[in-house]
């Protein structure tokens, strides 16, 4: 019954977040649109004519037939290249077919290729219009090709997979991965465009995915609210530590990503110092909660198989179990954080650049600070969580719901 009235609780706040956010966004899209029909009130009309020849259309298309690539000279580099016919799908130029040229190599000199286009792929082109209609002179360029599919399968064998292993629990973690999928980009993230304060903003989100998943995963019990408060206390150090260390390092957190944020987005002014801790946090959230109820689940075996521990044995042992899922755990952020900053230690260290001086450069900092905070923040949650399960379960007895004093459905005393 709590478990129910918890959840209708949960509901209904996240219900009323999403109807304060829909209306909050249809507001803005009418000033907005107030306020482009004042700027195409000063725009000229050759210049609107010209803008709408030259924009160029996006759509979907399927490759029929595709050619051998070939090499092409541009300059003094070889480009490798790929001629293919499509049919669009989509739009008011569905069923057209129109010949396309695909660009193989990524970079200038080969050494980066892609794969080549096989028939029945599907695509995204680029379509040259003029006067609303197709530029047969124009050039048809494959703009990128549809991983959508493919994606979606692999999330299907995900689900498959859960569901197969973990079955009932299985199906818990499948739910609490799409309300955190939801919540993020739903929630946080719109939220964070609309120029709300980051930091509030991934914090709010990381407690309620917390709070959620765990009573999804284990119910409304000791053992989950001590894992909840294990985690939120985790995440939130691994924030104040990024944020000390983020200004004595002098971090700016305009990376590669920032500045393509930044020049795609004039009209939104993000602090990227406080998207840094947001990216910290969320990074660091799914360690977190796992760190917690392992040691909130221990703890409670410990608990149920003897009784007569007190808050300082139970403190005690998490502490020695914490010990041993750390180690692991730190591994985990570490290795997650040099993969995704691989190509760019090599980048400099081909280069002959000394370790100190990559150390010193702001993207690898940031990444560096950034897994340091993160694991210290998970290393935080194993006592947060351990002291709170001790106080939550400090009596010496715990009483089975069932009475043991029961023999074939009467009554006995059981000695």
Do not use: W
Not at 183 to 211: C, E, K, R, W, Y
Not at 299 to 314: I, R, W
């Amino acid at each position: 019954m709590r478990i129910r009235k918890l959840l209708i609780i949960l509901l209904i706040s996240m219900l009323t977040l999403n109807i304060l956010f829909i209306t909050k966004v249809k507001a803005s899209s009418e000033v907005q649109t107030d306020e482009s029909n004042v700027e195409q009130e000063s725009v000229s009309e050759e210049t609107l004519l010209y803008m709408q020849e030259s924009t160029p259309l996006y759509v979907k298309a399927k490759v029929v037939e595709a050619g051998e690539p070939y090499i092409e000279e541009v300059s003094t580099y070889q480009i490798k290249y790929q001629d293919v016919r499509v049919e669009i799908k989509e739009g008011d130029f569905k069923g057209e077919t129109l010949d396309a040229k695909y660009t193989v190599s990524y970079d200038l000199e080969g050494k980066i290729e892609g794969y080549p286009l096989d028939a029945g792929n599907t695509v995204e082109i680029e379509v040259p219009l003029i006067d609303g209609q197709i530029n047969m002179d124009g050039e048809v360029v494959v703009h990128d090709i549809d991983r959508s599919g493919y994606i979606i399968l692999l999330f299907v064998l995900l689900l498959v997979i859960s569901l197969i292993v973990g079955k009932v629990q299985g199906l818990k973690a499948i739910i609490s991965f799409i309300i955190t999928i939801l919540a993020i980009f739903l929630f946080m993230l719109p939220q964070i465009i609309n120029g709300h304060d980051a930091i509030f903003i991934t914090i709010l989100t990381s407690v309620i995915v917390t709070i959620v998943s765990f009573v999804i995963i284990a119910g409304v019990k000791k053992k989950s609210i001590a894992a909840m408060i294990g985690t939120s206390g985790g995440i939130i150090c691994a924030g104040i530590i990024a944020l000390i260390f983020g200004v004595l390092a002098k971090l700016s957190g305009g990376q590669e990503e920032a500045m393509y944020l930044s020049m795609n987005s004039q009209n939104i002014a993000f602090d990227f110092k406080d998207l840094l801790f947001s990216g910290i946090v969320i990074a660091s959230l799914g360690a977190a909660m796992d760190v917690g109820m392992s040691i909130a689940s221990a703890l409670d075996e410990l608990k149920q198989k003897n009784p007569n521990m007190v808050a300082k044995d139970l403190f005690k042992s998490g502490m020695n179990i914490g010990a041993d899922v750390i180690g692991t755990m730190t591994n985990t952020l570490i290795l997650a954080y040099v993969g995704g900053a691989l190509n760019t230690v090599l980048l400099f260290m081909v280069n002959n650049v000394p370790i100190a001086e990559i150390l010193n450069i702001e993207m690898i900092a940031t990444d560096v600070i950034s897994a340091l905070a993160a694991s210290i923040g998970v290393i935080f949650s194993v006592p947060i969580t351990a002291m709170a399960y001790a106080i939550l379960n400090n009596k010496k007895l715990i009483y089975d719901r069932k009475s043991r004093n029961l023999h074939e459905g009467k009554r006995s005393l059981n000695l």
